[in-house]
């Protein structure tokens, strides 16, 4: 099967039925997306299956046939000049110090970049209803929205 990660072309052998997050970590060494309940619960798989953020405990392999996936690997921007330019959500994730153990953190961030494509205009209410089924057993979660917010301002500050 041919899967595009990141804007890169894959080719996976495995069962159709397998759940994305194993064939990412484990076939193809994309470590970032974090395995924690497997039963779709906590969040911390996240990833985005065109644009869409979903959990890859919980979606097979063959639903990503011929759609474009991102993962926290390829949020980040790659410039002209080859260096990488985190996006807004990363960024100030990293600037606010929100991680803990981080365990949660990619799907965190990639919840969080979705949510902002969606709404660049959120309130904390928002935020918190956003990211309200993305667990954080180290209870981050007023960084988390101090961060989330900070990106917004950046990001309606680019536009
Ligand atoms: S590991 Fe996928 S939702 Fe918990
Ligand atoms: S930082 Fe540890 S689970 Fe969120």
Known sequence: MELRINGKGYTVNC???EMLVWVLRDDLGLTGTKMGCGAGICGSCTIH???V???SCVTPVSAAIGQELTTIEGLATILDDGTEQLHPVQQAFLDEQVPQCAWCMSGQIMTAAAFLKENAHPNA???DNALANNYCRCGCY???RTAVEKAA???NAQT
């Open 15 to 17: 069962d159709p039925s």
């Open 49 to 51: 299956i065109a644009g």
């Open 53 to 55: 953020p979903v959990r």
């Open 125 to 127: 209410d928002d935020i």
């Open 142 to 144: 007023v960084r988390i």
């Open 153 to 155: 301002l950046v990001m």
